[in-house]
Nanobody, 124 residues
Framework: QVQLMESGGGSVQAGETLRLSCVVS???????MGWFRQAPGKEREGVST???????YYADSVKGRFTISKDSAKNTHYLQMNSLKPEDTATYFC???????????????????WGQGTQVTVSS
């Protein structure tokens, strides 16, 4: 059974930093790992992915501010979120799929395993 558990969300002010973690029950070096976010009334959007080979994707809205990484020994991946903005407010979900990450911007249907989400709230 593939299990994912996010943590690290919270309520911060604009400009501050959060680091999200996702502990997974699979080898992060054979699965694509990703982060999605969903705000009320909006679609779930891909934020970042990291592939088994270490290649990464970032949405334009977070590029330069967010960094995805992984620790294979702990089967954990992270999303370092710097310079947070109110528009980053959302529920953040970690997700996984076997094999390589999508070559284009990720969409939810491409991922088979999901965590329950962690709330990130950024106040202006």
């Amino acid at each position: 059974q593939v299990q994912l558990m996010e943590s690290g969300g919270g309520s911060v002010q604009a400009g501050e930093t959060l680091r999200l973690s996702c502990v997974v029950s699979v080898n992060v070096n054979v699965y694509c790992m990703g982060w999605f976010r969903q705000a009320p009334g909006k679609e779930r959007e891909g934020v970042s992915t990291i592939s088994p080979d270490g290649s990464t994707y970032y949405a334009d809205s977070v590029k330069g501010r967010f960094t995805i990484s992984k620790d294979s020994a702990k089967n954990t991946h992270y999303l370092q979120m710097n310079s947070l903005k109110p528009e980053d407010t959302a529920t953040y979900f970690c997700a996984a799929r076997f094999g390589r990450c999508p070559t284009l911007a990720p969409v939810p249907v491409q991922f088979t395993h999901w965590g329950q989400g962690t709330q990130v709230t950024v106040s202006s």
